[in-house]
């Protein structure tokens, strides 16, 4: 961790990720943007902007919304997507320009699953399922079981379970030949991944079913086909939901109520560590209502309880398990430069995801800076940006 003057933060401390190094661990996490022309899955001008402003803002990686790897794996009929050529190459002068500011850059790779085809949202617009006149889909989902209010799934075939993999898979080649420095496997909030690991959504008795280590299987059957496709230098990313906030504190309870616990998501973290998975990046809930428990930093526990668990573990397996921990993110109502550092400090996580509050301060990163004491020299700004620093 930095001791010297002209770095006295956690926070601008560089981090390395196999052969990535970024910046600094102030990371914009994945949040759905709904601007692609209806029914393209292309990003354009907004992305650009949106995603270049965070560049110039100071950010050290910034992970690209939710990208669909096949055309009903979207939420909406406005969801980028990284199913195609075409898609690949818009991605690449975005990727470029983030790269030119000092950033890197990931692209969360997502199937929707049972929470797809829907209406984006959009203050003003519709809500809910969206109709085949309006672009939407029949949704598909491990068993036939809706998410409540939206439409009811069909159930995946063994068959075509594993074509998912290799979806992900083949999206993360484009996402490599794009230029994009990692991707990020989008395992939470309800969407396909994360409903094949809860007993809430999958009551399938194939190999993707029954016991936790059945329902992961597409999750590491995923992982495995992506990590061979990045090769050994580039890491992977992996977001998972760590609870979905039901009843964990009774074991004997019907797991099909209980949920995924947060000793699930440990275990799973365990196996995610085990297959060469690099970053872990902590969130919660999205697969079923839930009464929620909102305030400043309310998911930290979780990340840093799937840390202590991970380091536990390598310590007791030798030194030789030691470079398999994987990095911790943690995200939620993270909102203040002291706030974030301190997550870091008190080894709570190593990397704070800055969400909602970059939609309304593009630039949090430069004033994170300056209420941390990093002299200005040091703090990332864009040479044109210096005149108006902190």
Same mark, same amino acid.
Request: glycine residues 10%; aromatic residues 6%.
């Given at each position: 961790?930095?001791? +010297?003057?002209?770095?006295?933060?956690?926070?601008?401390?560089?981090?390395?990720?196999?052969?990535?190094?970024?910046?600094?661990?102030?990371?914009?996490?994945?949040?759905?943007?709904?601007?692609?022309?209806?029914?393209?899955?292309?990003?354009?001008?907004?992305?650009?902007?949106?995603?270049?402003?965070?560049? !110039?803002?100071?950010?050290?990686?910034?992970?690209?919304?939710?990208?669909?790897?096949?055309?009903?794996?979207?939420?909406?009929?406005?969801?980028?997507?990284?199913?195609?050529?075409?898609?690949? +190459?818009?991605?690449? %002068?975005?990727? +470029?320009?983030?790269?030119?500011? &000092?950033?890197?850059?990931?692209?969360?790779?997502?199937?929707?699953?049972?929470?797809?085809?829907? @209406?984006?949202?959009?203050?003003?617009?519709?809500?809910?399922?969206?109709?085949?006149?309006?672009?939407?889909?029949?949704?598909?989902?491990?068993?036939?079981? %809706? @998410?409540?209010?939206?439409?009811?799934?069909?159930?995946?075939?063994?068959?075509?379970? /594993?074509?998912?993999?290799? /979806?992900?898979?083949?999206?993360?080649?484009?996402?490599? #030949? /794009? &230029?994009?420095? !990692?991707?990020?496997?989008?395992?939470?909030?309800?969407?396909?991944?994360?409903?094949?690991?809860?007993?809430?959504?999958?009551?399938?008795?194939?190999?993707?079913?029954? +016991?936790?280590?059945?329902?992961?299987?597409?999750?590491?059957?995923?992982?495995?086909?992506? *990590?061979?496709?990045?090769?050994?230098?580039?890491?992977?990313?992996?977001?998972?939901?760590?609870?979905?906030?039901?009843?964990?504190?009774?074991?004997?309870? #019907?797991?099909?109520?209980?949920?995924?616990?947060?000793?699930?998501?440990?275990?799973?973290?365990?196996?995610?560590?085990?297959?060469?998975? #690099?970053?872990? #990046?902590?969130?919660?809930?999205?697969?079923?209502?839930? *009464?929620?428990?909102?305030?400043?930093? @309310?998911?930290?526990?979780?990340?840093?309880?799937?840390?202590?668990?991970?380091?536990?573990?390598?310590?007791?397996?030798?030194?030789?398990?030691? &470079?398999?921990?994987?990095?911790? &993110?943690?995200?939620?109502?993270? !909102?203040?430069? /002291?706030?974030?550092?301190?997550?870091?400090?008190?080894?709570?996580?190593?990397?704070?995801?800055?969400?909602?509050?970059?939609? *309304?301060?593009?630039?949090? %990163?430069?004033?994170?800076?300056?209420?941390?004491?990093?002299?200005?020299?040091?703090?990332?700004?864009?040479?044109?940006?210096? *005149?108006?620093?902190?």
């Amino acid at each position: 961790m930095p001791t +010297d003057s002209a770095n006295p933060t956690h926070l601008f401390e560089p981090i390395t990720l196999r052969g990535l190094t970024v910046r600094n661990r102030i990371w914009l996490p994945a949040m759905c943007q709904y601007s692609s022309p209806t029914g393209t899955g292309m990003p354009g001008h907004w992305h650009l902007v949106h995603l270049g402003a965070r560049a !110039t803002g100071g950010f050290g990686l910034l992970i690209t919304e939710a990208a669909a790897i096949v055309p009903e794996g979207r939420i909406s009929p406005q969801d980028a997507g990284l199913w195609n050529d075409a898609q690949r +190459d818009a991605w690449r %002068p975005i990727v +470029d320009f983030v790269h030119g500011q &000092g950033a890197a850059i990931a692209v969360q790779l997502a199937h929707a699953g049972r929470k797809a085809g829907t @209406y984006r949202g959009f203050v003003g617009e519709p809500t809910g399922v969206a109709p085949a006149s309006a672009g939407g889909w029949e949704p598909v989902g491990p068993s036939v079981l %809706p @998410y409540p209010g939206l439409a009811t799934p069909r159930e995946l075939t063994t068959g075509e379970v /594993a074509e998912v993999s290799r /979806a992900f898979a083949a999206a993360a080649r484009r996402a490599v #030949d /794009a &230029g994009f420095d !990692t991707v990020q496997l989008h395992a939470a909030h309800g969407y396909l991944l994360h409903e094949f690991l809860s007993p809430i959504s999958n009551r399938r008795t194939d190999a993707y079913g029954g +016991d936790l280590a059945g329902r992961a299987k597409l999750l590491l059957d995923t992982v495995d086909l992506v *990590r061979a496709e990045l090769g050994e230098d580039r890491p992977l990313l992996v977001r998972i939901s760590a609870t979905e906030w039901l009843d964990e504190a009774d074991d004997s309870a #019907d797991p099909t109520a209980r949920g995924l616990t947060l000793n699930d998501a440990v275990t799973v973290a365990g196996w995610l560590a085990e297959r060469g998975v #690099d970053m872990i #990046d902590v969130s919660s809930s999205g697969n079923t209502p839930a *009464r929620i428990p909102v305030g400043p930093g @309310y998911q930290v526990p979780l990340a840093a309880r799937i840390k202590a668990e991970l380091a536990a573990r390598a310590q007791s397996a030798g030194a030789s398990a030691a &470079g398999a921990v994987p990095a911790i &993110g943690t995200v939620g109502l993270i !909102t203040e430069p /002291a706030q974030a550092e301190s997550l870091l400090v008190t080894g709570q996580a190593d990397i704070a995801l800055i969400g909602r509050a970059a939609l *309304r301060e593009p630039a949090w %990163p430069q004033r994170a800076a300056h209420e941390l004491g990093l002299d200005w020299h040091a703090a990332p700004y864009p040479p044109q940006y210096t *005149r108006g620093r902190w």
